[in-house]
């Protein structure tokens, strides 16, 4: 039990669908992010959120959208990909990204695994 | 740009010995440095956090060392065991943003 939950763990789309991926934290965190996984590169962070406002967007594309209604709930709208795109998909949350609990390691679900036709 | 070296890219031991896993990264004005572990087809766990005040952090066998002047980090490994086998990555986090910039990870497969 990770306590990070994401949903699809795999997902094939064509280069038109509108998708989207889920990420539910059991946590009690107020701070989730997006990272992506490429295969030969570095995980890259996308977005972070913080009692559901974003405080960081890492020039990530605008084919990729986020929501967090919620600090239990963070959404990766997907739409027009190309297929670059592919990889896996992690989503993470930490306490708080403020003050003392800023030192708090990061907690990790077991990602999405996208495919681009 | 903060750029994270990890060497080796893959390692193989057999088991029972200790091993030493690198990192190194080219700012040294990081907040804290974190080891990570990546099972195949799993995200990530974390292994140890250190923040930049501090040289080292133990956990059962494992033991993270931290040079921030030099820019380096270390993952001891003691009695390793064929479930350690996984990729372990290290990332450092800058002050004044939540970003962790990781390096690409080295590759453990500790034999039988």
């Known amino acids: 039990e990770t306590g990070v939950t994401q949903t699809p763990r795999h997902l094939v789309m064509g280069m038109t669908n509108k998708k989207s991926l889920k990420c539910e934290q059991h946590?009690?965190?107020?701070?989730m992010y997006w990272y992506k996984q490429s295969a030969k590169k570095p995980l890259e962070l996308m977005f972070v959120y913080n009692f559901k406002e974003q405080t960081e967007n890492n020039s990530v594309p605008s084919r990729f959208s986020p929501e967090c209604p919620n600090s239990s709930h963070l959404f990766l709208h997907l739409h027009t990909l190309q297929p670059e795109d592919s990889a896996l998909y992690l989503c993470a949350s930490s306490q708080d990204i403020q003050g003392r609990y800023s030192n708090q390691p990061q907690h990790f679900g077991d990602g999405t695994r996208l495919s681009i036709l | 740009k903060q750029e994270v070296t990890q060497i080796p890219a893959a390692l193989s031991v057999p088991e029972g010995e200790n091993l030493v896993l690198n990192c190194s990264f080219t700012?040294?004005?990081?907040?804290?440095l974190q080891w990570f572990r990546q099972d195949p087809g799993k995200g990530l766990t974390s292994l140890l956090l250190i923040q930049s005040s501090q040289r080292e952090q133990t956990s059962g066998r494992l033991n993270a060392s931290l040079d921030k002047s030099s820019g380096r980090s270390t993952l001891y490994i003691a009695a390793s065991q064929p479930g350690d086998s996984a990729t372990y990555l290290c990332?450092?986090?800058?002050?004044?943003?939540?970003?962790?910039?990781f390096g690409k990870g080295t590759k453990l497969t500790v034999n039988p």
């Open positions: 700012d040294s004005a990081i907040y804290n």
């Open positions: 946590l009690g965190h107020n701070a």
């Open positions: 990332a450092v986090k800058q002050g004044g943003s939540e970003k962790l910039v």
